[in-house]
């Protein structure tokens, strides 16, 4: 944890870092160590020794590049490509990060976030926490940013948490550890939760999630969390996130190469629970579900089959012609369950298609939604999350698709082209007249590169966006 300070403190022995622009004179570099060399190149980070003229024996000067070009993205690299080279705690003197479009408190915020998610790692699968060391020490301020500061911490945490339970492998992350886990968290933050098992699913007839869960010997989930941050539980929006713990294919097997990184399969209810994690932890202002269908996709001698017709807990019958696409049938339950709970707005969060993953690759999350106004609230606040995400097209002719079984009332993979769409206006079907949007994170919810963010595997994509969606809503 950082605490904010008015001015720096020369009797530190911490190491003090500053920034440094190409198009400035660094007078105040100059005058604490003259004739110092400094390299104010985007992303250089000049380790100057101080030989005894301080208290402080290194000061650190990270290179903005010009001030002028300085984006909200290039600083998080800036300050990720820093935590990871940082060893213990220092001084930073944050004013230096300021631009004319980026003010002391968005970079207090993005500071203390960067400076937590950069450094995560996962070491060893157990006990839900992610591994990292967490910094602390002194943020040299004109203004008293703590508030942000803390913000920007429990922004990271909520994402190192969701980055855990998504790289947790299969076999420690099953639909009764994903229950097991959200259960903690609502206990830790005082929400209300409900987390449905194999007889309530029958009694309710969640027929579409518990036909992708004959195939595995692990039981089903239906998670259901409550956040109420307003005076009455009323209009909640619901977080509905894909909780496939593991996705073989089912009958329509995927070949071995395609089923590696299938654990990640969960990574939407992973980041949903960020999502309401860092929402219970600030005290937003507003009344937020969270639903999670969670199963795995594998084969045994009930599975579901190829040409199965099975029902729905919306009571729509579905023609299951690829059990591979098994993503929208325990949402297409999830959707309808937030529904019948109340839900006045949903987004949903899948790793839904590969189609997806071949239209945006891993540089943006595909959007889809049956409401323009919904659309532009949430396009607003990924905007000012920085994180991207491309609305992609419904349209009748997708619909018409999905609605042309001969057997069923829908039919869920009627074919591979337009697949992202056609995966959205499967859902679309169970949303209906709720203003609802879906969020496919199959490219943006892993990666197989580490950055300066952070190493490879789960990203806990849009945990960001989603909060700043509610905080926005803010009276
Ligand atoms: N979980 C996959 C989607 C996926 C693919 C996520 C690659 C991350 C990376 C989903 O359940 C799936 O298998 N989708 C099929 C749908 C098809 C059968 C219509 C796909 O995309 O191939
Ligand atoms: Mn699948
Ligand atoms: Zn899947």
């Given at each position: 944890m950082f605490t904010t300070i008015?001015?720096?403190?020369?009797?530190?022995?911490q190491p003090v870092v500053f920034g440094a622009a190409?198009?400035?004179?660094?007078t105040q570099i100059e005058s604490l160590l003259p004739g110092a060399e400094i390299d104010a190149a985007y992303k250089a980070v000049t380790v100057l020794p101080t030989y005894g003229k301080h208290a402080f024996s290194q000061l650190y000067v990270l290179g903005l590049g010009a001030r002028s070009e300085l984006t909200v993205t290039k600083l998080r690299q800036l300050f990720g490509r820093f935590a990871q080279m940082i060893k213990g705690d220092f001084t930073i003197e944050?004013?230096?990060?300021?631009t004319s479009t980026i003010t002391l408190r968005e970079v207090a915020v993005i500071f203390a976030e960067t400076m937590i998610i950069a450094r995560y790692e996962f070491k060893?699968?157990?006990?839900f926490t992610a591994k990292f060391s967490q910094l602390s020490g002194h943020v040299v301020a004109s203004e008293n940013v703590q508030l942000e500061l803390a913000q920007g911490e429990a922004l990271g945490q909520a994402i190192n948490h969701a980055r855990t339970l998504s790289n947790e492998p299969g076999n420690k992350m099953t639909p009764r550890d994903l229950a097991k886990y959200a259960k903690k968290l609502a206990d830790k933050y005082g929400m209300e939760h409900h987390i449905l098992k194999t007889s309530d699913l029958l009694n309710m007839q969640a027929n579409a999630l518990l036909a992708v869960n004959r195939g595995s010997d692990e039981p089903a989930r239906m998670i259901v969390l409550k956040y109420q941050?307003?005076?009455?539980?009323?209009?909640p929006t619901a977080l509905v996130?894909?909780?496939?713990?593991?996705?073989?294919?089912?009958?329509s097997l995927k070949i071995s190469g395609s089923m590696?990184?299938?654990?990640?399969?969960?990574t939407g209810a992973a980041n949903v629970l960020g999502a309401i994690e860092a929402i219970a932890h600030m005290g937003v202002k507003a009344n937020v579900l969270v639903v999670i269908p969670a199963t795995e996709n594998l084969i045994n001698g009930q599975a579901l089959k190829v040409d199965d017709v099975i029902g729905s807990l919306a009571g729509k019958t579905i023609e299951v012609?690829?059990?591979?696409?098994?993503g929208r049938l325990i949402l297409a339950d999830g959707i309808e369950y937030a529904r019948q709970l109340g839900a006045t707005r949903i987004i949903d969060m899948a790793t839904l298609t590969g189609a997806c993953v071949v239209a945006l690759g891993s540089a943006m999350t595909g959007a889809f939604s049956n409401n323009d106004q919904f659309m532009s609230s949430l396009a607003q606040a990924a905007k000012q999350a920085d994180e991207k995400v491309w609305r992609l097209p419904l349209d009748e002719a997708y619909t018409e698709q999905v609605r042309s079984s001969k057997v069923a009332?829908?039919?869920?993979?009627?074919?591979?082209?337009?697949g992202a769409s056609i995966a959205a206006a499967f859902l679309q079907e169970f949303a209906v007249d709720t203003p609802w949007i879906h969020l496919?994170?199959?490219?943006?919810?892993?990666?197989k590169s580490a950055s300066d963010l952070g190493p490879?595997?789960?990203?806990?994509?849009?945990v960001r966006t989603l909060t700043q969606l509610f905080l926005n809503e803010e009276v």
């Open positions: 008015a001015n720096l403190d020369l009797t530190t022995t190409v198009d400035e004179n660094n944050l004013d230096h990060f300021v060893k699968h157990g006990n941050g307003l005076e009455t539980w009323e209009n996130g894909k909780g496939l713990t593991f996705d073989a294919g089912g009958y590696q990184g299938m654990k990640h399969d969960m012609n690829n059990t591979d696409a098994e009332d829908l039919i869920n993979s009627p074919s591979r082209e337009g496919d994170i199959a490219g943006t919810g892993d990666t490879a595997g789960a990203t806990g994509v849009m």
